[in-house]
């Protein structure tokens, strides 16, 4: 993260932080419901929050597009997928580690 501010998109501020966690967030969202030991409820609660989680961080995103700089938008989209990715490693690492 504090690469992705100083070297790559020159940002600051607590919202890059926070579409980090967006993406983290989402990508472990998914791969536990891809899980077969959970039940048709707790998916359904789970993309309701899901939902919900997503309507208030897209309208955060909206009102930084409309007020801000461009860069400030890529550098969102590139927090978001770089909690992606620490999700998507983590993971890796995690099954990997079980198989062993």
Known sequence: Q????????????????????????????????????????WKTTATRVDMMFGMINLAALLYYVLTAETITTLAHECAILLGALLSAVEQYRASNKIRK
């Open 2 to 41: 504090i690469v992705l501010c100083m070297y790559v998109v020159d940002c600051d501020g607590i919202s890059i932080v926070w579409c980090a966690c967006v993406g983290w967030y989402f990508h472990k969202s998914i791969i536990m419901k891809q899980q077969q030991h959970q039940t048709e409820i």
